[in-house]
């Protein structure tokens, strides 16, 4: 079965950036399109980005939208997320997903979960 891990959490003042990384084991990652979620305290898991499975594709959550981008490096078997300008409403554990399928829309359904990540922006 696919197994995902992310990486790249940590503290962050208001403004600073952090770069997430999903990196998979037991199965290259060149055929599933791969979303990132957030979940905050006492909010819903929500989707804020994803990319189809040649990195061709990409869409975002509006909230993120200028400030994220997604990216994939399908030879190290890994996406990324570069978080800008982040705000404290940024705070969530990050998680990433992945589908057996070329193409990606928000929302999405994913088979394929990893741990998260913590991303804490404060001052």
């Known amino acids: 079965q696919l197994q995902l891990v992310e990486s790249g959490g940590g503290l962050v003042q208001p403004g600073g950036s952090l770069r997430l990384s999903c990196t998979a084991s037991?199965?290259?990652?060149?055929?599933?399109?791969i979303g990132w979620f957030r979940q905050a305290p006492g909010k819903e898991r929500e989707e804020v980005s994803c990319i189809s499975s040649g990195g061709g594709s990409l869409d975002y959550l509006d909230s993120v939208k200028g400030r994220f981008t997604i990216s994939r490096d399908n030879t190290k078997n890994t996406v990324f997320l570069q978080m800008n300008s982040l705000q404290p409403e940024d705070t969530a554990i990050y998680y990433c997903?992945?589908?057996?399928?070329?193409?990606?829309?928000?929302?999405?359904?994913?088979?394929?979960w990893g741990q998260g990540t913590q991303v804490t922006v404060s001052s």
């Open positions: 997903a992945a589908r057996f399928s070329p193409y990606c829309s928000l929302p999405g359904q994913y088979n394929y």
């Open positions: 037991k199965f290259t990652l060149d055929d599933y399109a």
